[in-house]
């Protein structure tokens, strides 16, 4: 039987790229992508399929134990491209949290926690004061970061979550908080989803240069699910220019890994497998020939 790509059920259009194909040498599989998966289950197949990296979240990391966790990974013969995920930086008081976070990152190998910005308390109506929280919060880890070795990576979320979520809603807003610091400590995480509608996100990329800390891809479907959040959709089924997109960032410098994360019911459903093998195929597609 051909194989079919998830969640469409659908024809493969390329065949999968099988383990030690070069094409895949800087692809990781961002956990949420295969949410129905273990951390032991995620690191064995990104393994399977040829995967030298993979992005790790710290729920699935605290469940397994830290040091089991990064032992885990190590032995499979891989490495961690991002761990998500620091940030709330808008209410209550989350520079312990992040804290450790990073020294999370650090006993896993990884040099990249991505920070989701935060979103309004309730009741709060003072966006402008919630933005300058996070600017605050991100200076005041900063020299954690730097003793860690870990990269602080902002990353803007579309402004439908800027209530709940993420009150830095563009690359250029991510920016402006991070060129307050040295690049190799503060920058920013590119996720397609969140930028792709952005006016001048290629030229804000061009800005970006080294602060890009991570690569982060999946499309943006329609109709959008009741819950927005999982309206994420796998690459090539929606509407992002993934190939202006990935030149802009590869234009910039950026050579490190690009993950996929997928936030997506009818993703989470599919067996794990499938959901690599989809996503690998449509990587080198439509992203790989554009790095």
Request: with cysteine.
């Amino acid at each position: 039987m051909s194989a079919r790509d998830v969640p469409m059920n659908a024809p493969a259009r390329v065949p999968t790229p099988q383990p030690g194909d070069p094409r895949l040498a800087r692809l990781s599989l961002n956990q949420r992508t295969t949410a129905n998966w273990s951390l032991r289950e995620a690191v064995e197949g990104c393994a399977a399929a040829g995967l030298g990296t993979i992005g790790v979240w710290r729920e699935p990391v605290a469940e397994a134990g830290l040091a089991v966790a990064a032992r885990m990974v190590r032995d499979a013969g891989l490495r961690v491209s991002s761990l998500c995920r620091g940030g709330f930086f808008t209410s209550g008081d989350p520079i312990g949290d992040n804290v450790t976070a990073l020294d999370e990152a650090a006993a896993l190998g990884c040099d990249a926690l991505v920070l989701v910005p935060g979103g309004l308390p309730s009741g709060d109506r003072d966006l402008a004061g919630a933005r300058q929280r996070v600017a605050d919060a991100v200076a005041a880890l900063v020299p954690h970061a730097r003793d860690r070795g870990v990269r602080l990576g902002i990353e803007p979320m579309h402004p439908i979550f800027a209530a709940d979520r993420g009150v830095i809603s563009t690359l250029a807003q991510a920016l402006d908080i991070a060129e307050q610091h040295p690049p190799d400590v503060v920058g920013v995480v590119v996720d397609t989803f969140h930028v792709w509608w952005e006016p001048g996100v290629l030229e804000q990329i061009a800005r970006a240069g080294q602060r890009i800390v991570s690569y982060q891809i999946c499309d943006w479907i329609t109709p959008l699910p009741a819950d927005t959040l999982l309206s994420r959709g796998m690459v090539g089924d929606g509407h992002i220019d993934f190939a202006a997109l990935t030149r802009a960032v590869s234009a910039a410098g950026y050579r490190g890994d690009v993950e996929v994360e997928i936030f997506n019911a009818d993703v989470w459903a599919a067996p794990g497998s499938d959901v690599v093998a989809t996503m690998t195929r449509r990587y080198v597609e439509f992203v790989e020939p554009h790095l």
